[in-house]
């Protein structure tokens, strides 16, 4: 089963989703996601040790872990910093779809989503809303 595992606020603290929130509603999305990607630092983020913990299990069981985030792929090497190496070698599959994770990269049916944003909710797929 294919597990897809959001980034921000979910396997790392909200932070920079609350930001984003927050300048979205100001300066409107294009200007926000720019901000995001190319500007803003995203270091010393907390890692969700209790999704973690969650993730190593589904390893266990066979399952292929996907990381499917926001973030733009020239955000890869700071995301894997984020992450530290152990945590990035978890995923088989990286997904850096610079604000649009949800129609570059469209979950398989049967599988699972970890997210905080609601709005990912996909028909035929579990979803698990996170919250930190």
Not at 7 to 33: C, P, Q, W
Request: proline share 2%; with cysteine.
């Amino acid at each position: 089963m294919k597990v897809y595992v959001d980034i921000d606020g979910t396997l790392l603290s909200g932070a920079m989703n609350n930001k984003y929130e927050v300048f979205r509603s100001i300066v409107g999305t294009h200007i926000a996601l720019w901000l995001y990607d190319r500007v803003w630092r995203k270091s010393d983020l907390a890692i969700n040790y209790d999704l973690l913990a969650v993730l190593k299990q589904h390893i266990e069981q066979g399952d292929e872990l996907v990381m499917w985030t926001n973030r733009g792929p020239h955000n890869r090497r700071m995301t894997r910093n984020n992450l530290g190496n152990d945590v990035w070698h978890m995923f088989s599959e990286y997904v850096f779809a610079m604000g649009s994770k949800t129609t570059t990269c469209k979950p398989v049916l049967d599988s699972i989503i970890y997210d905080d944003d609601m709005r990912n909710m996909m028909p035929g797929i579990v979803f698990v809303h996170v919250q930190q």
